[in-house]
T-cell receptor, first 113, second 114 residues
Framework: EADIYQTPRYLVIGTGKKITLECSQTMGHDKMYWYQQDPGMELHLIHY???????EKGDLSSESTVSRIRTEHFPLTLESARPSHTSQYLCASSGVDRGGRLSFGQGTRLTVV | RKEVEQDPGPFNVPEGATVAFNCTYS??????FFWYRQDCRKEPKLLMSVYSSGNEDGRFTAQLNRASQYISLLIRDSKLSDSATYLCVVNPWDNAGNNRKLIWGLGTSLAVNP
């Protein structure tokens, strides 16, 4: 069973607020990812990291930023939330030899009003 | 054309039926292939990897056809609990083994009815 945790599970917040979505894993995985998914739509990679102090933007442009100061922690920050940021955000991780075998957190469902 | 294409369905089948999904991919350099399952409003979970020789896990069989660039998933003796969206994932592996370019299909929706 995967040990990757996201908090909060649900967040409703006003426009202009700064928010941080937390993601932690206890598996010692080097690779971590943030995906964005709207209902009924495909997953879009927005950020990834291959290790501490390594972060890169994904295929989908995003106004969010990430940091990777510790192996187990990969938070995502939105400096000023907008309604267009309303979506589900999924964090995932994988080990060095696991190819496309990702373990996902339960997701954060964000609503910006 | 999308890099990974799946029939979105929905596939409505009775319990006990056998159902098969196909997924086509456009990048012939793709190296790794996977099927994930995603329940409504939940996170994706790895169902199985797809190997060149084909592989089976209980009621589930995955196959790869490199010549025609498609992978398939066969579910035998469908259960109500198999109702979900099945995502095809392709990894055009680079030399470093990085999978940042995982390409996700839109998914095929399956509803197993009593």
């Amino acid at each position: 069973e995967a040990d990757i945790y996201q908090t909060p599970r649900y967040l409703v917040i006003g426009t202009g607020k700064k928010i941080t979505l937390e993601c932690s894993q206890t598996m010692g995985h080097d690779k971590m990812y943030w995906y964005q998914q709207d209902p009924g739509m495909e997953l879009h990679l927005i950020h990834y990291s291959y290790g501490v102090n390594s972060t890169e933007k994904g295929d989908l442009s995003s106004e969010s930023t990430v940091s990777r100061i510790r192996t187990e922690h990969f938070p995502l920050t939105l400096e000023s939330a907008r309604p267009s940021h309303t979506s589900q955000y999924l964090c995932a991780s994988s080990g060095v030899d696991r190819g496309g075998r990702l373990s996902f957190g339960q997701g954060t469902r964000l609503t910006v009003v | 054309r999308k890099e990974v294409e799946q029939d979105p369905g929905p596939f409505n089948v009775p319990e006990g039926a056998t159902v098969a999904f196909n997924c086509t991919y456009s990048n012939s350099a793709s190296q790794s292939f996977f099927w994930y399952r995603q329940d409504c409003r939940k996170e994706p979970k790895l169902l199985m990897s797809v190997y060149s020789s084909g592989n089976e896990d209980g009621r589930f069989t995955a196959q790869l056809n490199r010549a025609s660039q498609y992978i398939s998933l066969l579910i035998r003796d469908s259960k109500l609990s198999d109702s979900a969206t099945y995502l095809c994932v392709v990894n055009p592996w680079d030399n470093a083994g990085n999978n940042r370019k995982l390409i996700w299909g839109l998914g095929t929706s399956l509803a197993v009815n009593p």
